[in-house]
Nanobody, 124 residues
Framework: QVQVAESGGGLVQPGGSLRLSCAAS??????????MGWFRQAPGKERELVAS???????NYADSVKGRFTISRDNAKNTMYLQMNSLKPEDTAVYYC????????????????WGQGTQVTVSS
């Protein structure tokens, strides 16, 4: 019942920028989205947290992206963004969004949802 739409990945040269989006929806039911985050997984490596943001706007970043990436959200649209600047080859990975939610249907559903992932490739 909870749907996720990720977009914004692609191929970019080192030093370039990309903006990722993650939109959450509850289909015909009302959804409350709480903490949200972006994770990434490079080939042969474990999935790691890139950045997170609470519903109140408090943010947290991995040391490797501080000063280059900015996470934000639009609570009215249940959408999260990741602005990635000064991209490096080591940022190449599949990026996944993740969020905690409450789905208000006949029985309240509390859960965590992953996006399908979007490929980011930084290469000259």
């Amino acid at each position: 019942q909870v749907q996720v739409a990720e977009s914004g990945g692609g191929l970019v040269q080192p030093g370039g920028s990309l903006r990722l989006s993650c939109a959450a929806s509850g289909s015909i039911f009302k959804i409350t989205v709480n903490d949200m985050g972006w994770f990434r997984q490079a080939p042969g490596k474990e999935r790691e947290l890139v950045a997170s943001i609470t519903s109140g706007g408090n943010t947290n970043y991995a040391d490797s992206v501080k000063g280059r990436f900015t996470i934000s959200r639009d609570n009215a649209k249940n959408t999260m963004y990741l602005q990635m600047n000064s991209l490096k080859p080591e940022d190449t990975a599949v990026y996944y969004c993740n969020f905690d939610y409450i789905l208000w249907r006949d029985e309240m559903e509390v859960g965590r949802k992953w996006g399908q992932g979007t490929q980011v490739t930084v290469s000259s």
